[in-house]
């Protein structure tokens, strides 16, 4: 599934670590964690006088989809993007509260319904999308999730796809199904059977955690929707515990139609807390490489949970 060479420095290891299936590398240097860079987070201090998503604000500052509706389940409200970067793109702003600390299940459920609902009617490759705080990349800190579809996948997606498609046609395997009972066995496994959640052995963040989904399209997402949203909470308290607080989350869909042996995985990243001198947790090697440099070995995320 993935290779591992390790070299010794002045200053202790460096492991490289690749994905066979797509060719993923990082590097993970755990001698960095000592930078102490991630501090306390920063409390969304004001805010809620100026954001178009908190209640008073929300009916007259957002959009609403062509028939004039707006989609609603429990305290989320799900509307179109008013600045788009794809073809179809909607906003589910979570909880009326501006800032919040802890999610309840049902606020989670309540708002991927809202996604899955609004993201059901486009034949595309779907995303459902989170930054958790500032720091995660959020424009807002009022939470809100963010659904994507174009008629064509990502990059990352694109190439899991291809290659998943690759894979089948020469061992006639699906390579998620391999994925799932490598991983099962490994110290890298975390919980989840219908869901199967892991640390990423290749990561592209900063402990990255991977829910592999026993689905394809958005249409088949509806009956785990109840269960991601409690897993999630789980990670998210498990991402607390350890000191941090923001985080990114991305769920890829294929599209309606071929099987091509991809099927529907989820991705989490830990980011850095909001602090007052805005310090970043990616640089050069992250964003210009597209070669992420990792701070925790994913074998050691199942001891932390």
Not at 82 to 89: D, E, I, R, S, W
Not at 276 to 292: G, K, N, Q, V
């Given at each position: ?6 070299i ?5 290891t460096v492991q ?13 240097s ?6 102490c860079i991630?501090?306390?987070?920063l409390?969304a ?5 100026d954001?178009?998503?908190c209640p008073?604000?929300?009916?007259t500052a957002?959009p609403?989809?062509p028939?004039?509706?707006r ?6 409200i ?11 793109h ?8 501006h ?9 989670l459920?309540?708002a991927l319904?809202?996604q899955l609902e609004s993201l059901?009617?486009?034949d ?5 999308n989170w930054?958790?705080l500032?720091s995660?990349?959020?424009s807002?800190a ?6 994507v579809?174009?008629a064509?996948?990502?990059?990352r997606a694109?190439?899991?796809i ?11 395997r699906?390579?998620?199904d ?7 066995g490994?110290?890298r496994f975390l919980f989840?059977?219908?869901i199967?959640w892991?640390?990423?052995a ?11 989904l026993p689905i394809?399209?958005?249409d088949?997402?509806?009956p785990?929707?109840e269960?991601?949203?409690?897993d999630?909470?789980?990670i998210?308290?498990l991402y607390?515990?350890t000191g941090?607080?923001a ?7 294929d ?6 042996g991809f099927r529907?995985?989820?991705?989490i ?11 970043s947790d ?8 597209l070669?992420?440099l990792?701070?925790?070995l994913?074998?050691d ?5």
């Amino acid at each position: 599934m993935f290779s591992i060479v390790e070299i010794r420095t002045g200053r202790g290891t460096v492991q490289y670590r690749r994905e066979l299936l797509t060719g993923f590398q990082c590097r993970i240097s755990t001698e960095r964690k000592r930078r102490c860079i991630d501090q306390e987070p920063l409390a969304a201090l004001s805010g809620e006088a100026d954001c178009p998503f908190c209640p008073g604000q929300i009916d007259t500052a957002t959009p609403r989809f062509p028939d004039g509706s707006r989609i609603h389940r429990g305290e989320s409200i799900t509307f179109p993007n008013l600045y788009p970067f794809a073809a179809f793109h909607t906003v589910t702003v979570i909880t009326r509260a501006h800032s919040v600390s802890r999610f309840s299940p049902k606020q989670l459920s309540d708002a991927l319904h809202g996604q899955l609902e609004s993201l059901c009617g486009y034949d595309g490759y779907a995303s459902i999308n989170w930054n958790y705080l500032p720091s995660a990349g959020a424009s807002l800190a009022h939470p809100h999730m963010q659904g994507v579809a174009d008629a064509l996948p990502s990059s990352r997606a694109g190439r899991y796809i291809t290659e998943s498609h690759r894979h089948r046609l020469t061992t006639g395997r699906i390579y998620w199904d391999e994925l799932r009972e490598h991983e099962s066995g490994s110290d890298r496994f975390l919980f989840g059977e219908e869901i199967q959640w892991i640390a990423s052995a290749v990561p592209v963040g900063e402990k990255e955690i991977r829910g592999l989904l026993p689905i394809r399209t958005p249409d088949e997402f509806g009956p785990y929707i109840e269960t991601f949203a409690s897993d999630l909470l789980r990670i998210l308290d498990l991402y607390r515990d350890t000191g941090t607080h923001a985080c990114n989350m991305s769920l890829f869909f294929d599209r309606n139609g071929y099987d091509s042996g991809f099927r529907a995985f989820c991705s989490i990243i830990a980011r850095i807390n909001p602090n007052p001198s805005s310090t970043s947790d990616s640089a050069f090697m992250e964003r210009l490489h597209l070669e992420p440099l990792i701070l925790t070995l994913p074998e050691d995320l199942g001891r932390m949970l």
